[in-house]
């Protein structure tokens, strides 16, 4: 184990907290709960600001696989703190494969990718390709973090709703990133719904979820109930 790992899994266990290991445990079924320390999101992201203003930052982002649940989150933490676009894109391409569950995949969002949306989308084309679950959940989060606002293009409802998958956590962003639409840009992703372009299962999920959305007037609700297939 290099002088970096050994340290930082040094930090990582003084932080531990073993409630929250258990309760963390729990909302991961893909993941070992011996491989989960039971650290708090919190003092990961304090630990990653104070880590990445040291040249050893770059030698942990070189370290694939790790052992920890806790060490991949600190890895997607340091990636955000990477101020260079491309190489974001480079340590988020290398980091993907290695991404075993929901909770890591999601917590990764570069704020520098704001600034660069029209490559952004691009490289999201080639992610929504991949055969790796969290890739391909990525590539959605990505579109749901970043497009649904003044970036929004039609294109991207399609692309999504030809995403096709048997993998819970890929369906289960879909259905996400549709009932987030249905909140944002209602008119254009509504027909996606009438239509029942999206899996049963993912259709009815995007509903459910778009119910539970506050930001869903209580008359749009009613009508997306209709919406639901038997």
């Not at 040291?54 to 101020?83: C, M, S």
């Amino acid at each position: 184990m290099s002088n970096v790992e050994e340290e930082i899994r040094h930090r990582l266990f003084e932080l531990q907290d073993l409630k929250y290991k258990e309760f963390a445990s729990k909302l991961m079924p893909t993941v070992n709960p011996e491989t989960v320390i039971g650290v708090r999101t919190p003092d990961l992201r304090k630990l990653a600001r104070e880590f990445s203003k040291r040249p050893e930052a770059l030698e942990f982002l070189k370290i694939l696989p790790h052992a920890y649940y806790e060490e991949n989150n600190l890895h997607g933490f340091l990636i955000e703190t990477i101020k260079d676009y491309n190489a974001v894109v480079a340590a988020v391409d290398e980091f993907l494969p290695y991404i075993d569950n929901w909770a890591t995949c999601d917590l990764i969002s570069p704020k520098i990718f704001k600034k660069h949306l029209p490559e952004l989308f691009e490289k999201i084309k080639v992610w929504l390709l991949s055969d790796r679950t969290y890739t391909v959940r990525f590539g959605i989060g990505m579109l749901m973090s970043f497009y649904l606002d003044d970036a929004f293009r039609q294109e991207m409802l399609e692309l999504v709703a030809g995403v096709r998958s048997d993998e819970y956590y890929v369906n289960m962003m879909i259905a996400w990133y549709f009932a987030t639409a249905l909140a944002k840009q209602y008119e254009a992703s509504l027909s996606y719904i009438q239509e029942q372009r999206l899996e049963k299962w993912t259709h009815n999920k995007a509903i459910q979820k778009a119910i539970e959305s506050y930001r869903i007037s209580d008359e749009t609700k009613t009508y997306l109930r209709t919406l639901k297939v038997k």
